[in-house]
């Protein structure tokens, strides 16, 4: 805080850097794609600091923050530099439970207000008089008391900053015993002036977590485990309703979505219910590929790309609606002029390349063509043919998957696109891949020859037998050889421009 001035806060709130803020004075804001080093940094703070705002949450991403902390100084606004791994939802709870004044006196575990895991870790504390750390089956930190003089150890300290638990075999070993124990264990700590108790957090027989309390050892409380039973139980409330108000919230958002996209019937009346009202209307198409190329896309990891889009999609393009469907995320953007044509894909940009940094694998998005809202189910298709291609060409390596290029439209991607869609339509009709190519390609099966990759390369090449052989890696005497023979064998007269469009396409269509 600048000067060690200090300042009430009153709570927090979502800022979007394209919007005026609303006047909330000791607001802290959570400045979710915040640019560190924008042209209106410095007109941004002086806005947020005239608004009342007393301090900024930001992420740095890597990128220098110290124009950030210049202009933060000259305001006098105090800054929270939050891990880039953190998800916003969270940084929001953890802000709203430090800012919720501490209640001790008369705090049961029934006032709770249902899905709040920090404010029913501040009340067990406060019950237990110690510190208490709320973790899922993957010791992932739900939430954390925030009382003060707690005591603290390096487990807790790591533990809070990373919000997940140092990985080590001992800590392996402790979780399996608290998972599989019906009571609260001791855990051995390395301080011995300090206690450390834990008990699982059960729904029937299954294990959604497990509660921790720290305390000073010469200050145990003797109904502590009968404590940890009763927070137990509730917390597992409190983790199945905050899971169902998830999921609730989410089926909700897709089913509304589901018709403006799918059920052009249904598109008008889904558009107002989601109020929708631009007169034209662009869907863009989001996934994301596996981390690798054994790793398997579950519902969980098409559940996180959804999150993280909506997220950010929330401040970048409040405008936007997002929905999931068959793995692709959509985002619905109303389309305007040019200008916010190109305002949205810089957007969409900045939302891909985020996502695939905290999901650590490539995320491409596909902008389908602009469509009234009766017709858009033509924008959706389009986005997704868009996309197809791109998933294919990143994995091929023809796009960087860190490249601006991962998000396209069909202009952007030239004509492979419009090409794949010409061949589709004749593959489907039966008229290719064509017997030439196939009268090809068995003898080169029989036969044990190259025919087939040395036409395909002699035409990829514009008739160049030198260019095919370097393509080939073969000597160009193989190369001429091999095509002076395609007329005999095949019937093919590759001097006729007809001859060679014809085979050049059913060729590409076998390999593509």
Known sequence: MPADSRQPV??????????????FPGAVALAIGLSLTGKRLRAKIQELHHAGYVAIVYKSNGKPDAVLRAVARE??????????????????????????????????????????????????????????????PDQTILAYSTLPDQPIDETRRSSILNLHVPHSAQTDKD???????????????????????????????????????????????EDAARILGEAANVAALHILHK??????????????????????????????????????????????????????????????????????CAVRLPSAVCGLADGIVYIVLPQGEESARQFQRGAVLKIV???????????????????????????????????????????????????DEVVA???????????RQIASSLTASGQLP??????????DAQ?????????????????????AARMLAVHVNTVRYRLSRVQTLFGLDLDDPETRLLLWLQLWARNN
Request: aromatic letters at 4%; charged letters at 20%; hydrophobic letters at 45%.
């Open 10 to 23: 009153s709570g927090s709130v979502l800022y979007d850097s394209t919007a005026v803020p609303a006047n």
């Open 75 to 136: 305001a006098g606004m105090a800054l929270f530099r939050a891990s880039d791994t953190v998800p916003w939802n969270q940084l929001a709870e953890i802000m709203d439970a430090a800012v919720v004044p501490h209640r001790r006196s008369g705090r049961t575990l029934v006032d709770i207000r249902p899905g709040d895991l920090f404010d029913l870790a501040n009340t067990v504390a406060a019950q237990a008089g110690g510190a208490i750390a709320i973790a899922d």
């Open 175 to 221: 979780y399996r015993r608290v998972h599989a124990a019906a009571e609260a264990l001791e855990v051995a700590t390395e301080d011995p002036m300090l206690r450390r108790t834990a008990i699982a957090i059960r729904a029937g027989a299954e294990v959604l977590g497990s509660l921790w309390l720290l305390e000073r050892a010469e200050h145990h409380h």
């Open 243 to 312: 899971r169902t108000s998830y999921v609730s919230n989410l089926t909700r958002q897709m089913d509304m979505v589901q018709p403006l996209l799918f059920e052009p019937q249904c598109a008008e009346l889904a558009a107002i219910r989601l109020g929708i009202s631009a007169a034209s209307i662009r869907v863009a198409a989001v996934s994301g590929g596996p981390a690798d190329a054994g790793a398997a896309e579950t519902l969980q990891s098409r559940l996180k790309l959804f999150d993280t889009v909506r997220t950010a």
């Open 353 to 403: 390349r985020n996502a695939r940094r905290l999901l650590g694998r490539p995320v491409v998005a596909a902008l389908g063509i602009a469509a009234p809202i009766g017709r858009l189910e033509q924008s959706r298709v389009n986005a997704e043919l868009v996309l197809s291609e791109l998933v294919r060409n990143v994995a091929e390596g023809r796009i960087p998957d860190d490249s």
């Open 409 to 419: 439209d069909d202009e952007s991607l030239g004509p492979r696109l419009q090409l």
């Open 434 to 443: 064509g017997t030439q190519a196939a009268r090809i390609a068995a003898y």
């Open 447 to 467: 036969h044990k020859k190259s025919f087939e990759s040395t036409v395909a390369a002699y035409l990829d090449c514009g008739g160049n037998a030198i260019e």
